[in-house]
DNA sequence: TTTTGAGTTGTTCGA
DNA sequence: GTCGAACAACTCAAA
């Protein structure tokens, strides 16, 4: 409890923003002379359906670095960070009796769930008194900024993108506060250890490679940020298709989880791109349309909050998905017989990511070639990926699988060999994520059950032992889905 | 209200 | 090896 003389202190309540840069909660938390007491909490709601999705297991390693670091960052401001456990919708309430503080401040997510407890939290607070102020630091715009002529949602992203483009440049980021120790501070309320939480894998361990990989916090997304302005930049259009050329930001787990805004990535990069001969318009826009393409994503999850869970055209509803979980495991596992495919799933488990072509490739495979369910993916992406995120998550296999917003037509079924030979020509990406092939030349490195047996033998190939044969026949499976997608014609 | 042009990322086949 | 057409219709968004 603050003391007498003391103004009451102001809640800053952080969730998908970990970061001092650009954070309107933060700066405005700090604009008065009030005590900021920092608080995040880990919503698991032991009843189940309330609240925003649990995190996924690579998210929940990423959250535990991240808290750790903002923590630290905070504490430069005399800002204390209280860690809890629980409902939000009990725990806000909680903390702000036992803070004494007359205002809450938080900035804005837009996934069903976390929607729901926002509002509900929100009245409730306003009810006892409490001030409450949200704020956008996660979106470009608000999803309900941009309307069609008709003030409806847009389910396409051109005329989406073209429309936020028209509103103008995005705002202006905003630095972070100066650090001031000097600031006046109350003590903690009582939080939770961090380690308590148990959100780094110990048996097994299996974070190595996320910890080669990442560096989570607000420090390591700069560190992204410039080595992608400084190199990557320039070759983004030509290259960022091509998973071994290492040409994309690796920014989206940051994104994720708000150590960095997009409004700082937009200015950074646009900024980079005026001074910068080697970066032309068409490199920049094409960046800008990836960011483009995250504000669409929860844009459409705002207005179509069950994004997640319901095919967005119902006549999926009637698709035949095959209930195959010997498939769904090798899949998982990165053992279909297809290197490509292979590659970006054993990519994912290793470090928490695959690379964004990688990731429709293996998408259309699981959902065409194997006709298991699109949620049976995204499941797995949603435990598997830093980056999970239920915006561009469920919007991205649903356009995989057809059934999204301006969804892939059905017949585009991506050819898993093909897809190879095209975007990692010389093999260095899947050869580095499937060894077991790294000695088979590059005229069968896609398609190994067609090498002649003594090629096999010099690459210490045995197929079935040391590398599965093809889990299924491409032009089988590509025929079969083809068929499959009768069943989603309205007349039929 | 009606019309019109357009819609992230592909594959296969046959000339 | 390269190139264009077919693959299917449907819905969206704006005029």
Redesign the pocket.
């Known amino acids: 409890m603050a003391s007498s003389d003391t103004p009451a202190p102001t809640l800053l309540w952080f969730r998908n923003d970990l970061r001092l840069d650009d954070n309107p909660a933060l700066r405005t938390a700090l604009e008065t002379p009030a005590p900021v007491v920092a608080l995040f909490v880990l919503e698991e709601d032991e009843q189940g359906a309330a609240g925003p999705r649990p995190l996924g297991g690579a998210a929940r390693w990423w959250l535990h670095r991240s808290l750790t670091a903002l923590a630290a960052d905070l504490e430069r401001h005399a800002i204390p960070l209280v860690l809890r456990r629980g409902r939000a919708e009990d725990i806000v309430p909680e903390v702000v009796g036992e803070t004494g503080a007359a205002r809450v401040v938080w900035n804005r997510r837009y996934d069903g769930g976390g929607i729901a407890v926002d509002s509900a939290l929100k009245s409730r607070l306003k009810a006892d008194g409490i001030a409450v102020d949200s704020f956008n630091g996660s979106l470009l715009l608000e999803p309900w900024e941009v309307k069609?002529?008709?003030g409806?949602p847009?389910?396409?992203?051109?005329?989406?993108w073209r429309?936020a483009r028209a509103a103008g440049d995005p705002a202006p980021p905003r630095d972070a506060p100066s650090a001031n120790p000097e600031r006046l501070r109350v003590s903690a309320p009582p939080g939770e250890a961090l380690d308590d939480w148990d959100l780094l894998p110990t048996k097994p361990d299996w974070a190595g490679g996320l910890r080669d990989t990442w560096t989570p916090g607000e420090a390591g997304a700069r560190d992204r940020l410039e080595a992608f302005l400084d190199d990557r930049l320039a070759r983004y259009a030509g290259e960022r298709?091509l998973p071994g050329a290492e040409a994309t930001s690796m920014l989206s787990p940051h994104l994720r989880f708000g150590e960095i805004s997009p409004r700082r990535i937009w200015a950074a990069a646009a900024h980079r791109a005026a001074d910068d001969d080697r970066i032309s318009d068409r490199q920049l826009s094409k960046f800008q349309a990836?960011l483009g393409?995250r504000e669409f994503s929860n844009h459409l999850l705002f207005h179509f909050p069950d994004l997640g869970r319901e095919n967005f055209q119902p006549k999926f509803d009637a698709f035949p998905w095959r209930d195959d979980p010997d498939g769904l495991r090798a899949w998982q596992k990165g053992q279909t017989g297809y290197p490509f495919v292979d590659a970006g799933l054993r990519e994912l488990w290793a470090t928490g990511y695959m690379h964004?072509?990688v990731r429709?490739v293996v998408a259309s495979f699981l959902v065409k070639h194997l006709m298991i369910d699109w949620r049976a993916g995204e499941a797995w992406f949603w435990d598997t990926l830093v980056d999970a995120d239920p915006a561009n998550n469920t919007a991205?296999w649903q356009?995989v699988a057809g059934s999204g917003a301006?969804a892939?037509?059905?017949?585009?079924?991506?050819?898993p060999t093909?897809?190879g030979e095209?975007f990692d020509p010389e093999g260095d990406y899947t050869r580095r994520w499937v060894p077991e092939l790294a000695d088979l030349p590059k005229k069968y490195l896609y398609k190994p059950q067609e090498a002649p047996r003594e090629i096999l033998e010099r690459a210490g190939i045995r197929l079935g032992e040391t590398y599965p044969r093809p889990i299924v026949d491409?032009?089988r499976a590509?025929q079969r889905a083809?068929d499959a997608f009768q069943t989603t014609?309205?007349?039929a």
């Open positions: 069609t002529g008709a409806e847009y389910k396409v992203f051109t005329p989406f429309a298709d990836e393409w964004n072509r429709m991205s356009w301006d892939a037509p059905y017949f585009r079924i991506f050819n093909t897809q095209k491409h032009s590509r083809l014609k309205t007349a």
